[in-house]
């Protein structure tokens, strides 16, 4: 199984600054068909569903505002909140879809 | 739109079954994966496995098979997933989650708003 390791668990960012998440996989998640990453970025907020922010490592949803962004290749991922609102406040979640088991990281708690 | 509509909240006793539901609408239910994905209380994400529509193929974690089933109805684009031998660990909010068009791969895109399933004695 591919393990997924988020760092850091919790992250505290004033209204405004960048919130940087990391994410590692145990092994490459790059895909040779089509030489994307098999890489996706979730928010959580309590008591809802996930929400799909970002897909192929860096590939932004529809309608996800364009301070998300995800970059990284292979095994080394982040997501990054450019300028913090106070309604990203949530657990983000990255989890590879390279190969079954479908894994998650363990998640990341971003406080203001 | 596209939506997924789980089931109500079941409390169940160790052993027992359960079975939740999703319904699908707004999109070709047998073009696209579904995943089923469960969060027990205060904790991250687990994939129980995925259901492929359109075959009924499936391919479970393996920490679920024997365990779990995934079938599903196209007349009612409705799909299922089914634990038996229900744990108290078990006790978990079930989702159930749009993934890629069958035969690619890609990321959860839709998810329903969950069902939970409390196993008490």
């Known amino acids: 199984d591919i393990v997924m390791t988020q760092s850091p668990d919790s992250l505290a960012v004033s209204l405004g600054e960048r919130a940087t998440i990391n994410c590692k996989s145990s092994?490459?998640?790059?895909?040779?068909?089509?030489?994307?990453?098999?890489l996706a970025w979730y928010q959580q907020k309590p008591g809802q569903p996930p929400k799909l922010l970002i897909y192929w490592a860096s590939t932004r949803k529809s309608g996800v505002p364009d301070r998300f962004s995800g970059s990284g290749s292979g095994t080394d991922f982040t997501l990054t909140i450019s300028s913090l609102q106070a309604e990203d406040v949530a657990v983000y979640y990255c989890?590879?879809?390279?190969?079954?088991?479908?894994?998650f990281g363990q998640g990341t708690r971003l406080e203001i | 739109q596209v939506q997924l509509v789980q089931s109500g909240a079941e409390v169940k006793k160790p052993g027992a079954s359960v079975k939740v539901s999703c319904k699908a609408s707004?999109?070709?239910?047998?073009?696209?994966?579904l995943h089923w994905v469960r969060q027990a209380p205060g904790q991250g994400l687990e994939w129980m496995g995925w259901?492929?529509?359109?075959?009924?193929?499936?391919n479970y974690a393996q920490k679920f098979q024997g365990w779990v089933t995934m079938t599903r109805d196209t007349s009612i684009t409705t799909a299922y997933m089914e634990l038996s031998r229900l744990r108290s660990d078990d006790t978990a909010v079930y989702y159930c989650?749009?993934?890629?068009?069958?035969?690619?791969?890609?990321?959860?895109?839709?998810w329903g708003q969950g069902t939970t399933v409390t196993v008490s004695s």
């Open positions: 092994q490459s998640v790059l895909s040779s068909s089509n030489n994307e990453n098999c």
């Open positions: 989650a749009r993934g890629a068009e069958v035969g690619k791969r890609d990321g959860m895109d839709v």
């Open positions: 707004g999109y070709t239910f047998t073009g696209y994966y």
């Open positions: 989890q590879q879809y390279y190969s079954p088991p479908i894994t």
């Open positions: 259901i492929n529509p359109n075959s009924g193929g499936t």
